[in-house]
């Protein structure tokens, strides 16, 4: 495995860290030995081969998905098991799905305030207008009453995006979040990602699209097998890839 650059190593403005890890499903080992630092305002975007543990690993950050072993902190703090510590860590790691999970019988503006007001303990006015600011800046402020079966794909996608910077997380986590959405969609939900990354939001990106991945990571890790195989910045990877994996999975995408 190649080198992580300096600033990648060293830990004391480190947002995630993950050190260690071991994740089974049965005899399936799916995370071999993981180590992984995330420094703030950082964009690391994880790529690899179907079945590699990206959307794995990403999960286990918010301890959606549990370890066997190792330990992740976000923030410097271990990521409790369960109860309310996990809660409230929870809250500092925004996580965008592959579905919107959005609320059916909510409106958007509802969608948005909910944690805000029931984890954060915000009052009702300073909700709202922290909703409405974060649902422009995704482009969507003039759909905030209505529900979400009456948004694109794209839409509500970006609603989930809105929704999880409404809890003003340390860093936002992204998994495969434009697979689920027709082409003409990914372009819109993909130029709200590249805005996050330029203004400086730390994020955690498992994406299969390369022209994002490109424009907006600092980082590029790929992973095969469960394990962290490369990881180099984007530039590298395209030009100077080092594994027999990597070269493989660059190869098939250039094909393809």
Known sequence: MTSAPESHVTTSDSVVSVKDVQKHYGALHVLKDINL??????VVVVLGPSGSGKS???RAINRLETIDSGEIRVGGDLLPEEGKALATLRAEVGMVFQSFNLFANKTILENVTLGPLKVRGMKKSEADALALKL?????V???????PSQLSGGQ??????????AMQPKVMLFDE???????????EVLDT???????GMTMIVVTHEMGFA???ADRFVFMADGQIVEEATPEEFFTNAKSERAKDFLSKLITN
Do not use: F, H, W, Y
Not at 37 to 42: A, F, I, L, P, Q
Not at 177 to 187: C, F, K, Q
């Open 193 to 199: 990602m590249v805005g996050l990354a330029k203004e």
């Open 37 to 42: 630092n995330v420094t703030k305002g950082e």
């Open 135 to 139: 649902l422009a800046r995704v482009g």
């Open 156 to 165: 509500q996608q970006r609603v989930a995006i809105a929704r999880a910077l």
């Open 177 to 187: 979040p434009t697979s689920a959405l027709d082409p003409e969609m990914i372009n």
């Open 214 to 216: 490109r424009k907006a």
């Open 56 to 58: 794995t690993l990403c």
């Open 141 to 147: 402020e003039n759909q905030k009453d209505k529900l």
